[in-house]
């Protein structure tokens, strides 16, 4: 059990985020503070989010790169409708409506109009930025009630906000959907193997459209969370995120080419993601280089993955092959 | 279609009169059969023969366009995977299907409605109940290729499959994990269940099989229990009708070949893939190279053209050692390969004509920019010479047909003016009439004095180009015939491993 636990995916990021915070504290003592260690993770509320949710895309084998557009949207929507006084249920199901909506959109055009999902949802992404700038008129946002505001920064003990624990439960949630019911199980096996998916009776398409309808669910959430916590909207916000949230995953040991890693995984990229532009603040770097230390990321994991991959296919090619020279060998011996 | 129900009601599963055509290609021409519960049928067919799409009917993958299927005397309806699935129906596929990331168990368990804890004790009891060792919480992917065909087989047993269908099971299989897999099948024929046997080995059919069933061209030609055939009858079921022999030997006389040096020579060549392969070409010369579908000939070829390690033997081109040259240096030093592939690796698609003559060849036509009239030029010669028709040389080569789009190939490959060229499968997938085009081009480059190697499953093929054959089975080279010695029977035992002189295994 302890060695499953150790060669984990999860445990290697778990790993990569002691290192940077002991690496960076050894730097910079000021970094190894509780304040700032909290303010790390629960300033990740948002990216881990919409992390579970691409996660669970990812998962499958597909990609969803509309996150971005999706979380301003929303975050827009959420945030005009509680400036306008309405009932914030309202806004926040409006919201949530909408990410689902988008979701199911883009799993429609890749199950079924059979779109490569990155020329789905890159297209997805361009027409709800697009709208967001319809919807606001180009204007930012301002002016959301300041009870709403405050909601994000409510701690228990003065440690996580009850937005971070919220996003806990709902990673636990998933993750028991994901591993413990039938129909959970389905989204990694269609990911790591379509074809043998099939021949057991899974609807791939299926799990395809549920994995995208849920992204956009969670992504509004994310975005109803971003309101609160940003207390304003832009038309840009969000932009940007979807990097983010894919390096998120893929820190956290999920392959881009599905089948692999778990949602608790993606959390804890998601908490190496929003730590970062920290990081490098406090090794006195400029916080510029944030996405440009994210791409670098991205790349170097995929990549390193890739190899690992194509030479485990590679020997499993040659040992099929010299079992099949041995077989007329020995037949013969 | 007549009326009659099915005739055999203690039949597992009967096949009455499926037919199937992709497009106007018809791949399967009313084929009956029938498979009772504890009882092995092999099916034996060559490339093409339609196993493989009948297979995927009864699979629920393909709909026929007639012909019914029952299961015990009931006419079902298979119209997706999951409906034969419920009917008990699992197919082992020749490369194992499963979750590489999962476990073992989980690999077993997905796909099942019942509660996990049941289905594990069920799983326990299974297992016990066969007797196995298979440790549950590995990973398929650190499975070998037997190991994983025995979680495949649970798959199958877990959902109470009564027939199950193992597609070439011992292909990938070391001949010890082969025996433990008919020690596997026999039990599994004890207890009740009814297996479809696809194989391309005659001898395995002696060893597990009760009925046996070959099919060739979409139909069944031979069937019945395997007492009542030999080796020898089987083989006659695999070759086409009409023997067209002798009137090949007539109109090409016996290649001049006297002492003259060999352009290539393979010397105990062993790779991934084949083993100990030794043969000579000599320049003016088509050795042919039958064997089926996996025997290794691709893998020979390709490693000869440096894309695979060799692991010993040398390679020879014009005496000058080759071997482990990478690809560009072979073809340099005057060997070039045209693929059996054409669709996935032999063709540049939406470049035109002219630009798929010349690909191989850019760096003798330019410095820094293409020399464009030096490849009209060569572009037109081949188009000439090989009465390729082309609408002019800036057609797209993709809009051609496959005839042509082979011709054009080849043409590549010369253009590098090679001393050996190895085709592999030349006229696969292009229609009579273009084959006939093609077979002069070949036999004028061999008059020419080019050396060639020709790998092909279509044994007429092998037969009207050949001057020597050479058989492969399970990546040896199994038997050589001189050009008196060619013919179909013997050329098609080799090929399923059943060589005269040859010490057999049964």
């Known amino acids: 059990m302890l060695k499953k636990l150790l060669h984990s995916r999860e445990t290697t990021a778990i790993g990569f985020i002691l290192l940077m915070f002991l690496g960076v504290g050894a730097i910079n003592p000021a970094f190894l503070t509780a304040d700032n260690i909290w303010l790390c993770l629960n300033s990740s509320v948002v990216y881990t989010v919409a992390a579970v949710g691409i996660a669970l895309v990812i998962m499958t084998g597909e990609i969803d790169v509309s996150v971005g557009a999706t979380l301003g949207m929303t975050a827009a929507m959420c945030g005009t409708m509680i400036r306008d006084g309405?009932?914030?249920?309202?806004?926040?199901?409006?919201?949530?409506?909408?990410?689902?909506?988008?979701?199911?959109?883009?799993?429609?055009?890749?199950?079924?109009?059979?779109?490569?999902?990155?020329?789905?949802?890159?297209?997805?992404?361009?027409?709800?930025?697009?709208?967001?700038?319809?919807?606001?008129?180009?204007?930012?946002?301002?002016?959301?009630?300041?009870?709403?505001?405050?909601?994000?920064?409510?701690?228990?003990?003065?440690?996580?906000?009850?937005?971070?624990?919220?996003?806990?439960?709902?990673?636990?949630?998933?993750?028991?959907?994901?591993?413990?019911?039938?129909?959970?199980?389905?989204?990694?096996?269609?990911?790591?193997?379509?074809?043998?998916?099939?021949?057991?009776?899974?609807?791939?398409?299926?799990?395809?459209?549920?994995?995208?309808?849920?992204?956009?669910?969670?992504?509004?959430?994310?975005?109803?969370?971003?309101?609160?916590?940003?207390?304003?909207?832009?038309?840009?916000?969000?932009?940007?995120?979807?990097?983010?949230?894919?390096?998120?995953?893929?820190?956290?040991?999920?392959?881009?080419?599905?089948?692999?890693?778990?949602?608790?995984?993606?959390?804890?990229?998601?908490?190496?993601?929003?730590s970062i532009s920290r990081v490098l603040v406090f090794i006195g770097l400029s916080s510029t280089y944030d996405d440009t230390i994210t791409g670098i990321f991205l790349i170097v994991i995929v990549v390193s993955d890739a190899l690992i991959r194509r030479r485990a296919v590679e020997r499993a090619r040659r040992e099929r092959l010299t079992a099949k020279t041995q077989h007329a060998a020995e037949a013969k011996g | 279609m007549d009326t009659a129900v099915c005739q055999t009601p203690d039949a597992l599963l009967a096949v009455r009169g499926i037919i199937k055509a992709f497009g106007t290609n018809m791949v399967l021409k009313a084929i009956d059969m029938d498979i009772r519960a504890g009882e092995v049928v092999a099916l034996i067919g060559g490339n093409g023969a339609g196993k493989s799409t009948l297979m995927k009917i009864i699979m629920g993958i393909y709909q026929p366009d007639d012909g019914e299927i029952y299961i015990q005397g009931r006419l079902a309806k298979l119209n997706k995977p999951s409906a034969a699935l419920a009917e008990g129906i699992y197919l082992v596929p020749q490369e194992p299907m499963l979750f590489p990331n999962m476990t073992v168990e989980q690999n077993v368990l997905m796909g099942f409605d019942e509660k996990q804890s049941e289905l594990r004790k069920?799983?326990?009891?299974?297992?016990?109940?066969?007797?196995?060792?298979?440790?549950?919480?590995?990973?398929?992917?650190?499975?070998?290729?037997?190991?994983?065909?025995?979680?495949?087989i649970l798959r199958g047993l877990m959902r109470e499959a009564r027939l199950l269908i193992l597609d070439e099971p011992t292909s990938s299989l070391t001949f010890h994990e082969a025996e433990a897999l008919f020690q596997i099948v026999a039990d599994l024929k004890a207890k009740g269940i009814g297996i479809v046997y696809i194989t391309h080995r005659l001898t395995e059919v002696f060893q597990i099989a009760d009925q046996v069933l070959i099919m060739r061209d979409g139909v069944i030609t031979l069937s019945g229990p395997v007492s009542n055939f030999t080796r020898e009858m089987l083989v006659a079921g695999l070759l086409p009708q009409g023997n067209v022999a002798h009137r090949l030997a007539a109109d090409s006389p016996e290649s001049q070949r006297t002492l003259e040096e060999p352009a290539l020579v393979l010397e105990a060549l062993t790779g991934y893939g084949f083993s100990s392969v030794s043969l000579k070409v000599y320049p003016g010369e088509i050795l042919g190279l039958a064997g089926v579908v996996g025997a290794g000939r691709t893998e020979l070829a390709t490693t000869i053209l440096g894309r695979d390690m060799v692991k010993s033997g040398r390679v020879l081109l014009g005496g000058k050692d080759i071997t482990g040259f990478r690809t560009g240096q072979v073809l340099k030093e005057g060997l070039n390969y045209v693929t059996e592939d054409r669709f996935v690796s032999g063709i540049f698609r939406i470049s035109d004509v002219a630009a798929n003559t010349t690909a191989a060849n850019l760096g003798r036509m330019s410095r820094f920019f293409l020399n464009v009239k030096e490849e009209r030029k060569i572009t037109k010669r081949f188009i000439e010479a090989f009465h390729t028709k082309v609408t002019g040389q800036d057609q797209p080569i993709g809009s051609l047909s496959g005839g042509n789009q082979q011709k054009v190939v080849i043409s590549r490959a010369l253009s590098t003016s090679p001393k050996v060229l190895i085709l592999d499968e030349p006229t696969r997938g292009i229609d009579a009439a273009a084959r006939g085009d093609l077979y002069a081009i070949i036999e004028e480059l061999k008059r020419q004095g080019l050396a060639i190697l020709l790998i092909s499953s279509d044994i007429e093929e092998i037969m009207e180009l050949s001057d020597r054959a050479v058989t492969m089975y399970c990546g040896r080279i199994n038997q050589e015939f001189s050009k008196g010695e060619i013919s179909q029977d013997r050329l098609m035992a080799a090929s399923f491993g059943v060589a005269e002189g040859s010490a057999e295994h049964a």
């Open chain 1, 86 to 274: 309405e009932p914030w249920a309202w806004a926040i199901g409006a919201a949530m409506a909408a990410g689902l909506l988008i979701g199911m959109i883009n799993g429609f055009g890749v199950t079924v109009l059979r779109i490569p999902s990155i020329i789905m949802t890159l297209g997805m992404n361009g027409i709800v930025r697009g709208l967001i700038y319809v919807y606001t008129d180009g204007r930012w946002v301002e002016n959301i009630s300041f009870d709403f505001k405050i909601l994000a920064q409510g701690r228990l003990w003065g440690a996580f906000t009850y937005f971070y624990l919220g996003a806990l439960a709902l990673i636990a949630a998933v993750h028991l959907l994901l591993t413990k019911t039938r129909k959970g199980r389905y989204l990694g096996a269609v990911g790591d193997n379509a074809g043998g998916a099939m021949l057991l009776g899974i609807p791939v398409n299926g799990a395809k459209w549920v994995s995208f309808a849920l992204c956009g669910l969670l992504t509004a959430v994310g975005g109803v969370l971003y309101v609160s916590r940003v207390g304003f909207v832009t038309p840009i916000a969000g932009s940007g995120y979807e990097m983010k949230v894919i390096a998120a995953c893929v820190l956290g040991g999920i392959s881009l080419t599905g089948g692999v890693g778990s949602v608790i995984g993606a959390a804890v990229g998601a908490a190496i993601m929003a």
């Open chain 2, 122 to 152: 069920r799983l326990q009891g299974l297992l016990s109940y066969l007797g196995w060792k298979l440790a549950l919480d590995r990973k398929a992917a650190t499975l070998s290729i037997a190991e994983q065909q025995l979680v495949e």
